[in-house]
């Protein structure tokens, strides 16, 4: 109790010595508004003045035209892309969709696929396994969606393996060479923020716009948590087994391929798990850059609102992203079974020999009857049209229409413009002094200073205002997300059964290719900015409910059961025992959320936003390359300020907590 | 056996752990203490230690949890790299050793059993034993007769082909031990092999070591916190404190004549009787007129309490294997490590 106290003690001192600081942060902060407020702020202080902005956005555009013609990089992008990446494409292209390029075989009957799928699904989880791995497959066949899906996955197959190879090797290097390390973590930590069309647009530059881009953008996306998890593995490799494989007299490199990679084995294949989330998540996304598949599809669908269209490709994605993700854990945690002495090599190799079999029986019977190798046009069972009408009268029933309409009317007019037109009145000073003490008051000094060289460096990129609009975007949805997900954690958390479900839940939408996420705020609130707020509420929700279940759960025990003997409501338990304990914890799930938020606003400019999103869109049209990278830069630095603040904080809390 | 040359000779070795340990051990001038280091920063691993393996014998390593034996003993095998001092292994200062030298003689003459097994979790049985042999490129049909040897002689054939996972702790263990067997090794290290196991387990491999050991006849080095054990296998124990060596010497030399307070303190609660032999209590014969039959002097004296408590002589013949006699036992001597008086 005394420890407790005088630990309250140096908090409180902290605190003080902090807050004078902050204090004075604020003073300024507020005496610039007041100043503006009766008239009296030079105008100078209140936005940057165009002349005082540097032309970095031309700058940039000089040095990637230096690089790209003077250095000669494109004739070797342009050779790798037209080359060796090419190659790849057109293989899998023709093997998946059928694409006229060699080797000429494609395209495989569908059923072909799906019984592999089965087999390779049984193989990996069972039954359950097995019929989500035929079922995907078959319902976009049978939906008419095939070729479409197969476009995707003809990318997918070309792009996980080659973010896995890359990000294993330079996760290697990393845990190898510490100065590679610490060179790559910030590298890393901007490539992880910067919004996806950043990659776009370069990667159209350097590597020919069509599936070339698409897939390098896509590799270079997946590439970062594969080298974390790489490196992490590595380092957790047990000392033991490193010193048997030292004492059996490995070398260097027998040391890193037969013993550190195959015992880091879970930690890689948990990024083989991730790569392969990211490449589907990005590939939807290259509709962006024209690329045909399943993204281009529900772009067009959900741009002239066929909803039943667009929702039936959603389904698909997310049957895709499912079973994709289930098979991959289920890859993860599978260890390997010895076999009895004596048994026969076709009994050891079981599996692959059935499903060559099937996969074989299945082409050729493919040849006897077509609907196995195609659902044609008129064969397929899409019911778009008909869904379509449901939707759009359910929508129309006058109790839905009413609360829809006033929902959007009393967030609108109530909520986000007020706000929106608040944040935009501030003094440009004015509001960086306000995130600095946000930052400093959260997470510390660092972050503090972060929080000014960052905002100062968005004030002077000449996209003030567009910055200010992203992310009064991102506030606005994280705090409805949280006023919806933590009392729905909290309610959750409660009970044994109902976290589980519920993470079980949230675990799946976080599969789900962040694109799904604008169907259901288009087909509620239409093409507006209710629908952005709406669509990436829904996203950061999820892990907002998920870390608030968490957190609340692994509470220990004898902390709660010391909370009831001492007599407290369950109020009093809630707020004075399992709320600190769990805060680290839900810190992250808030953290998650920003991120996604920051991530999903800038997808979300296609249904019509005023932010940097809607510039960045912009660009992917022409061949601004400096313009693409300042706005994508912005958005970087933002997400960044707010990760520094929180996960500052939440590590010193857990410190101070005692947790890990 | 001593006169032969030591398969290792460790002399003065130091290991430091800290940010630069050569300089600061080359500043140390005066004899620093283990706590005086540890306020410097660094953390004594090793301390001035020296120290010879003889060629066939087995020298246990004792000491409390954190007092540097496994340190010491991966400075043996260049897991680490010594701070100060030389260490020889037949003749060769291993610290001069190159890579490829090094990875030579760990792949012919080193082999080491570890605490929690160290096995590649990926690799069935077969494989984890063959490991050392496909790393020195050894072909296959080749490996695999020789990997089935071993896991035969410790006792797992029929399971070549399950995985670490799919075994107990005691299975595993005897996976390691054929593992560090499979090239053959003349050194064989063991860090607290036994110290994972359930004490009934643990009693079976020590039987089991011992037949290995009888049959073999390396030269070991073992690592244990556990004094029965250390008393049940040595030749010679080493103690261990604070990365410095207290007591270098056999089983008996440390009950009976412990060298300094903290081994007097670690050997307190042991049944001497049960450790100490009549050789080590007898004197010179000296014209003393000896009668009746002679006790054989390679017996603890527990397992003469019989004989010492029912005889009446005061003085005991003690004679050899061979049963010539070599000296003298003083009864009264003896009783008194019986009974614990002393
Ligand atoms: N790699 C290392 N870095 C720093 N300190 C170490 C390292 N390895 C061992 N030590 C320290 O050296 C001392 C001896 O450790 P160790 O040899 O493992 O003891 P034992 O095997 O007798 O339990 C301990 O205080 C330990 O903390
Ligand atoms: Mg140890």
Known sequence: MAALSTELQEITDKLWGRSRLLIALLIMAFALILAKAIGVLPEWLNRIPEAAIPPTAQVLDAIFNFIQNELGIIYVTRFIAEGPLEFLLDTSGNLLEGKRR???????????????????????????????????????????????????MSVIVVSAPLAFLMGLTLGVAAWKYRWFERMMKPILSVLQTLPFFTYLLPAVIFFKVGPTAGAVATITFAIPPMILMTTLGLKKVSPEVIEAGHMSGCTRWQM??????????????????????????????????????????????????????????????????????????????????????????????????????????????????????????????SQGKEIDVVIKSFLAIDAIKGTTEWLRWFLNVKVLIPFRNTLLAIPTP???????????????????????????????????????????????????????????GVVA???????????????????????????????LFGVNDVAVVFSILIFAAVPLIRYTIIGLSSVPPEMTEAADMSGSTRRQKLMSVQFPLALPTMAVGFNQAIMFSFFMVIIAAFIGTQDLGQELQRTLAGTELGKNFVLGLNVSLMALTFDMAISSWAEQRKKRLGLD | MRASTPVISARNVWKLFGPSPERYLKSLSAIRSFDEIRADGYIAGVKDVSIRVDRGEMLVIMGLSGSGKSTLVRCFSRLHSITGGTIEVDGQDIMKLSERDLIELRRNKMGMVFQSFGLLPHRTVLENVAFPLEMRGQDCPERRERALEVIKLVGLDGREDYFPRELSGGQQQRVGIARSLAIEPDIWFLDEPFSAL?????????????????????????????????????????????????????????????????????????????????????KPVNGHVLEGAPINGGSTIHELARVLVNDNRILLPVANDKGVVTGVLERNAALNVLLGAE
């Open chain 1, 256 to 381: 890193l391929s037969h013993v550190y990679v195959p015992a880091a084995r879970t930690e890689i294949l948990v990024g083989v798990n991730q790569v392969i989330m990211l490449c589907l998540a990005m590939v939807v996304l290259t509709a962006f850059i024209g690329m045909p598949g399943l993204g281009a599809k529900l772009l067009a669908m959900m741009g002239s609102f066929k909803l039943g269209r667009s929702f039936e490709i959603g389904v698909t994605i997310v049957l895709l992203a499912v079973m994709l993700d289930r098979m991959s854990k289920a890859w993860v945690v599978k260890q390997p079974v010895h076999f009895e002495r004596g048994t026969p090599w076709w009994k050891r190799h079981q599996v692959s020999l059935i499903a060559l079999v099937l996969f074989i029986g299945f082409t050729l019977l493919s040849q006897v009857f077509p609907i196995l190798a195609e659902v044609g046009r008129k064969q397929h069972l």
């Open chain 1, 493 to 523: 958390a409660r009970s044994s059964r109902w976290s589980k479900s519920i993470l079980l839940a949230c675990d799946t939408a976080q599969t789900f290719p962040s694109f799904i996420y604008l169907i259901p705020a288009i087909m």
């Open chain 1, 102 to 152: 060699w080797p000429y075989l494609g395209p495989i009957p569908w059923s072909a696929i799906a019984v592999v799928a089965v087999v390779v699904g049984y193989a990996l989880g069972g039954w359950r396994l097995a019929a989500l791995g035929g079922g995907t497959f078959i319902w976009t066949a049978v939906i008419g969606q095939w070729k479409m899906a197969m476009q995707t």
């Open chain 2, 198 to 282: 359930d004490p009934l387990i643990r009693r079976e491999m020590q039987d089991e070591f011992l037949r290995l050991q009888e049959m073999l006849g390396k030269t070991i080095v073992f690592i244990t916190h556990d004094f029965d054990e250390a008393l049940r296998l040595a030749d010679r124990i080493v103690i261990m404190r604070d990365g410095s060596v207290e007591q270098c010497d056999s089983p008996d030399q440390i009950v009976m004549k412990p060298a300094t307070e903290y081994v007097a303190k670690f050997t307190e609660d042991i049944d001497k009787a049960r450790v100490v032999h009549a050789n080590v209590l007898t």
């Open chain 1, 430 to 488: 004015a509001f960086i002094l306000l995130v600095v003490s946000f930052s400093y008051w959260v997470g510390g000094r660092r972050p503090g200073i972060y929080a000014a060289v960052f905002f100062t460096v968005v004030a002077f990129s000449g996209w003030w205002d567009r910055s200010v609009i992203t992310l009064y975007t991102v506030i606005s949805a994280v705090a409805l997300a949280a006023i919806i997900g933590i009392p729905l």
